[in-house]
Structures are given as C-alpha cells and as structure tokens.
C-alpha cells in the first residue's frame, strides 16, 4: 500500500511540474500567435496600398511634384496664405480621391491603435505616406469634415501627422 501511495504521489508531482512547466511555453505561444496575426494584419494593408490604393495615391502627389515648398511658404507667411496655396494646387484633384485615401489611412490608424496591426510595421511603411496626405490634403479634409458634417474627419490623421508647416 505505501509503495502505491508514493508512485501515486510521484505522479502527481511529476503531473504538476509538467503543468507549471508548460504554462510559460502556452503564454509565449499565444504571444508568437498574436504577433503573426499582426503582422499578416498589417501586410493586408501594405498589400491593398500597392494593389487597390496606388494608382489614386500617385493622382494625389501629381499636383505637389512641381511645388517648392520653402517657396511655398515663403510666398504664404500666414496660415491662411498657405491654406489658401494648398487649395489651389490641389484644385484639380477630386474630392472622392481625398475622402477614398483618407478612409484607407484611417482604417490603417485604427487598426495601429487597437494593436490589431504590427505598429512598427505600419510605422515603417506608411508613416511618410500618412503625414505627407495629411499635411498636403489638411485644408481640404477640413472642407470634406464640413461638407460631411463630421468635424471629426480628419481627427485620427492629424493626430498621427502632428503638426504641419
């Protein structure tokens, strides 16, 4: 009977150890598992910019390729100046354009924010992209927020571009 008792007891201890043992190698999976899902996450989107998004992406820098920008800002001292050039360069381009590539940014944010995306790799590949629209497009977003009656339109792209020059 005792020698029953202690392969039972061993047993036991052998089963708890093997238990506290695995427990780390769960966490790290689960953790490995998250991170892989981030990153397929994020790959979607780089994926999408290049496959669906890229061609009205290129349409939205055509009317900034010829600008100087010190120029443009020293021509246009005042906020309102240079609210007032961007408006007028970017004249030609359509408000669907604007409002298609800043719903795709936004989902991009959102997705960075709530940590469904890899950050660094969205960082990587569309942080220049993100502040460039942002900062190219702001004064007509404003005008897309008011016309939306969304004053909050623009809100997640300001606040990843900060502020503009």
């Known amino acids: 009977m005792g020698e029953l008792v202690s392969t039972r007891t061993l047993i036991e201890t052998a089963s708890h150890v093997a238990v506290i043992v695995a427990i780390p190698f769960f966490f790290l999976q689960q953790n490995a598992d998250r991170n892989s899902r981030r990153e397929a996450s994020s790959m979607e989107f780089i994926m999408l910019a290049n496959d669906r998004y890229s061609d009205v992406i290129s349409t939205l820098s055509k009317p900034w390729e010829s600008v100087d920008i010190a120029d443009l800002l020293k021509n246009n ?89």
């Open 77 to 165: 001292p005042t906020k309102e100046g240079v609210a007032q050039a961007k408006f007028a360069i970017t004249e030609s381009v359509l408000d669907s354009d604007i409002e298609k590539v800043g719903e795709f940014y936004k989902s991009v944010l959102i997705c960075r924010r709530a940590k469904h995306c890899d950050q660094k790799l969205i960082d990587d590949f569309f942080r220049t992209n993100i502040v460039g629209f942002y900062c190219s497009y702001d004064v007509r977003l404003d005008r897309i927020a008011s016309r939306l009656n969304r004053p909050d339109y623009a809100t997640d792209l300001q606040a990843y571009a900060g502020r503009c020059a």
